[in-house]
C-alpha cells in the first residue's frame, strides 16, 4: 500500500474531516522534529569551516566559488559586485585591504579594482566537501578507533548474553529461598547511576590492571539488570513440562540450558542484542575514565581529538558522528522488528 492509496482510503463521500488533517498534521509534525536533526547533520557533515560557522545557517552545504586567472597561483574568490552606475558584475578578489578590496575581472585581469567590502556578495555554489570524510581517516588513527569500538561491542554483546541469560534462567527455572528477593536487587541496581558506581569500580579495574586495556570497558558492565529482567521475564513463559520432561531424560542442567531453553529464547536474545550493540557502541563515559592511551580509544572518545582548547574542528567532528552513528542506525533499521516481538512476548505490554 502506497502513500497516495493510504490517504485516499482515509477519504469519505463526504470528504476529509478536520480530525484527518490535524492527525496528518500532527504526524508530519512529529517526523519533522525526529528527522530534521539528523538531515541537518548529514547536511552539515559536508560543509566546510567557514560554511559552518556563516550567519545565518544554510540547510545546503554551499561554498563561495572559486575561479582560476592567468597570472595568479591560486584560485581566487569571485563576488557579485555593485559598480557605482548601479550595474553588477561578477570580478574576483585579489586581496582585502582594511575595508577596500582589490579584485580584478577574470576576462581583464590586467586591471584591478577597488571596491568596498560592502558593495560585493559572495557567489555561491553547492559543494560537498567530502574530504570531512577522507581526512580525518587519513591524518588520524580512526580505522583504529573503529577497530577497537568493533571489538568491544561484538565481545561485550556476547559475554552480556552469556551472563544474562545464565542468570535469567536461574531466577525463572529454579525455585530456591530469596529468588524474589534476589531479582527485586537486580532491579534495584537500575536506580544506581553510574557517577556514583565510577569512582569503585575504577579502583577495581586498577588494582586488576586493565587500565588502558579494552578488557576495562568490556568486563564491568558484562551483566546488565535490563537483559536479566528482559530474559527472566521470557523464560517465565517456557513450558516447564518440557524442562521437566528433560530432566527426565537425564539431561544435564547444561544441556537444558543450552539445548533447550536458549533456542526458544531466541527472540528476547535478539531484542537484548539490539539492545547491547546500542549500549555498547554509545558508551562515552566509562570508556573516558579508563583509556587514556590513543590507540586503546573508541570511536566516542576518538571524536574528541577534533575538540580543542582554541578550536573545534567542526567539519571533522560531524563528518565522524555521521560515521559513528551509520552502524548503530542500520542494525536498528534492519532488527527493529525484533524489538517489538520480543519485547511484546516477555509480557512487558
Do not use: C
Not at 34 to 56: C, D, H, N, R, Y
Not at 94 to 102: F, L, N, T
Not at 320 to 327: D, G, N
Amino acid at each position: 500500500m502506497n502513500f497516495a492509496h493510504l490517504v485516499t482510503a482515509r477519504r469519505n463521500p463526504k470528504g476529509w474531516h478536520w480530525t484527518d488533517i490535524a492527525a496528518y498534521a500532527y504526524l508530519l509534525l512529529g517526523v519533522l522534529l525526529m528527522f530534521g536533526p539528523v538531515l541537518w547533520l548529514i547536511l552539515s557533515s559536508f560543509k566546510t569551516q567557514a560554511s559552518l560557522l556563516e550567519f545565518p545557517p544554510s540547510l545546503l552545504p554551499m561554498s563561495q566559488k572559486e575561479i582560476t586567472v592567468p597570472g595568479y597561483p591560486q584560485p581566487l574568490p569571485l563576488f557579485t559586485v555593485t559598480m557605482e552606475d548601479g550595474t553588477t558584475r561578477e570580478l574576483a578578489q585579489v586581496r582585502r585591504v582594511g575595508i577596500q578590496a582589490q579584485m580584478i575581472d577574470p576576462a581583464n585581469s590586467g586591471r584591478q579594482l577597488r571596491v568596498p567590502i560592502d558593495k560585493r556578495v559572495p557567489v555561491r555554489q553547492f559543494a560537498l566537501a567530502t574530504e570531512n570524510y577522507t581526512e580525518p581517516l587519513e591524518r588520524f588513527a580512526f580505522p583504529q578507533f573503529l577497530a577497537n569500538s568493533v571489538f568491544v561491542t561484538v565481545v561485550a554483546t556476547l559475554i552480556t548474553l552469556l551472563i544474562n541469560s545464565m542468570a535469567a534462567y536461574a531466577l525463572s527455572i529454579y525455585e530456591f529461598k530469596g529468588k524474589n528477593a534476589a531479582m527485586l536487587m537486580v532491579i534495584g541496581t537500575l536506580m544506581i547511576p553510574i557517577t556514583i558506581i565510577l569512582v569503585p569500580v575504577y579502583l577495581v579495574v586498577t588494582k586488576l590492571g586493565l587500565v588502558n586495556s579494552l578488557w576495562a570497558v568490556i568486563l564491568p558492565g558484562a551483566a546488565t539488570p535490563t537483559g536479566v529482567f528482559l530474559l527472566r521475564q521470557y523464560m517465565l513463559t517456557l513450558p516447564r513440562d518440557l524442562i521437566e520432561a528433560a530432566r527426565m531424560d537425564k539431561a544435564s542442567e547444561w544441556q537444558i540450558y543450552w539445548r533447550i531453553v536458549m533456542p526458544l529464547t531466541l527472540p528476547a536474545l535478539a531484542v537484548l542484542t539490539i539492545f547491547s550493540i546500542m549500549w555498547r557502541w554509545n558508551e562515552f563515559l566509562w570508556p573516558l575514565a579508563v583509556l587514556t592511551k590513543t590507540e586503546s580509544y573508541t570511536l566516542q572518545i576518538g571524536l574528541n581529538a577534533f575538540q580543542g582548547e582554541l578550536q573545534t574542528q567542526w567539519q571533522y567532528l560531524l563528518a565522524m558522528t555521521v560515521m559513528t552513528l551509520t552502524p548503530v542506525a542500520i542494525v536498528f533499521v534492519f532488527l527493529q522488528r525484533f524489538i517489538t516481538t520480543g519485547i511484546a512476548n516477555t509480557g512487558m505490554k
